[in-house]
């Protein structure tokens, strides 16, 4: 079974993504800031991270930067060309806004 990790700090949007995934029957680890992401991924490996960028504590960018082994979908409001463009060339698999 495949394991996510969610970094979203927004409960609501956190919770329909986590709901959504559940009834796919993915295995789903929740980290609300990006200090918290950071350490979970030290003690655990996940098949796919979903990252905001705009978190409290570590900023998703920084995640982006240390994690190279796991595919990142980032997910954001941040909108313009240059953060996608940033996130990409950083490591990331893939930009949603």
């Known amino acids: 079974m495949k394991k996510i990790l969610i970094v979203e700090d ?3 949007i956190h919770n329909m993504i986590e709901e ?3 009834k796919e029957n993915y ?3 929740n980290a609300y ?3 918290e992401a950071l350490m979970m991924l030290e003690k655990e490996n996940y098949d796919l991270i979903l990252l905001d960028l705009m978190l409290p504590g570590a900023k998703g960018e920084e995640i982006i930067e240390k994690v190279k082994e796991t595919p990142i979908i980032v997910l954001s409001a941040k909108i313009s060309s240059d953060d996608k463009v940033n996130c990409l060339l ?3 698999s893939d ?3």
């Open 10 to 12: 927004d409960i609501s």
């Open 20 to 22: 959504l995934l559940k």
């Open 27 to 29: 295995i789903i680890s």
């Open 33 to 35: 800031s990006g200090t």
């Open 90 to 92: 950083s490591g990331a």
């Open 95 to 97: 930009y949603v806004i």
